[in-house]
């Protein structure tokens, strides 16, 4: 299980997002993830190697249905504006994913937010496919922890050939959080977020982060799943990877950003 490629492409995205490579490339592929907690823009020059990106945490999405549309817009046509002045050039072609079984309503949501904020559309495709480009599973599953859902993607052979949506995931860390610390919603979200309170929050959070390995656990049952791959802004937990790798007996991997796989396999599907 090799994921060198993996972790060198989100590392040398996490530097471009930093400090934007200006480069002489002919064309710029960029990928528009449009996530319940953050809107996330990852471009690639011709060679796809990561020249910029930026993110802002947003409310315009919840569980892959876009709820505020002109925030959406908005938001991205004003990212894609920042990395344009700082790359000095016109992007024009964006692709974008959506999560597995959305209907075309949703689908079609997202495709106009991204054309509305300017960009030419070359792909829409599913969120772990996208996902896998970077992380490249043959036979395992991709696990995206997001904030209202947890969802599950087998692969064999590199495919998808299994889905499946449960509805526990962030959120329900905020609230245990809320109700343990007697903080608000907002205030218990923002301290889940601050990876200085991870080690604290840890153990108050360990239930829940079993409930969701053993959610894993029922629909991997079955498949050949050899290794898993967790996505997604709840990953960014720390320590929740050990924890899920012990309930489920299986290897866990988790990137160094679980937020930027997806924004960057949607760039290099574009
Ligand atoms: P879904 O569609 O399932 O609601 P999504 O894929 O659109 O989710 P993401 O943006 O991947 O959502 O993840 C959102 C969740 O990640 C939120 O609950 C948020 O609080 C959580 N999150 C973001 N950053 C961190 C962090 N640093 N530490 C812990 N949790 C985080």
Do not use: W
């Amino acid at each position: 299980l090799n994921y060198e490629y993996c972790d060198q492409f989100v590392q040398d995205f996490e530097d471009v997002v930093k400090k934007p490579i200006v480069s002489k490339s002919s064309v710029y592929y960029t990928g528009v993830d449009l996530g319940t907690a953050c809107v996330v823009l990852a471009v690639l020059d011709e060679n796809y190697k990561p020249v910029a990106g930026a993110y802002r945490y947003a409310d315009v999405v919840r569980d892959g249905m876009v709820v505020d549309y002109i925030g959406a817009i908005k938001i991205v046509r004003e990212l894609k504006q920042e990395l344009e002045e700082k790359l000095g050039t016109e992007l024009i072609y964006g692709a974008a994913a959506i999560p597995p079984g959305t209907d075309d309503l949703d689908s079609g949501a997202v495709k106009n937010v991204v054309q509305a904020a300017g960009f030419e559309i070359t792909n829409l495709l599913d969120e772990p496919t996208a996902a896998n480009k970077v992380l490249k599973i043959q036979n395992g599953a991709v696990v995206d922890i997001g904030g209202g859902t947890t969802g599950i993607s087998i692969l064999k052979n590199g495919e998808v050939v299994y889905i499946a949506d449960e509805p526990t995931g962030g959120t329900h860390f905020s609230l245990v959080v809320s109700g343990a610390y007697k903080m608000s919603f907002q205030e218990a979200e923002i301290y889940k977020r601050d990876s200085k309170n991870h080690k604290e929050l840890l153990p108050v959070l360990k239930p829940v982060i079993e409930k969701i390995a053993s959610i894993i656990n029922q629909h991997i049952k079955g498949h050949d799943v050899k290794e898993i791959s967790l996505v997604g802004g709840t990953c960014c937990l720390t320590g929740i990877e050990e924890i899920i790798e012990k309930k489920t007996g299986i290897f866990t991997h988790k990137p160094q950003n679980p937020m930027f796989i997806t924004p960057l396999g949607i760039a290099l599907s574009c």
